[in-house]
């Protein structure tokens, strides 16, 4: 897919725009939020992040094709 979005924050409510070619980690970390990530390579799973709405656009090479189509 590889899009530009935005994500919204739940707790803050902060709105961060996310280009095609970054991720939400970037973004979220580059907006001076806190983002935990121990590899950012998307290896580890550390970074997973739950999604309150709409459908994620996965990059990473933890989660199986299963878990990403029920949004896990």
């Known amino acids: 897919m590889n899009t530009a979005f935005d994500v919204v924050l739940a707790r803050s409510g902060t709105v961060i725009h996310v280009s095609e070619h970054r991720t939400v980690h970037d973004a ?3 907006h001076g939020e ?7 390579e998307g290896l580890c799973g ?27």
């Open 28 to 30: 979220v970390r580059e």
């Open 34 to 40: 806190p983002a935990l990530s121990s590899c950012a």
């Open 46 to 72: 550390t970074c997973e992040t739950v999604v309150l709405d709409g459908e994620p656009d996965y990059r990473d090479t933890v989660l199986a094709d299963e878990e990403k189509q029920r949004g896990a």
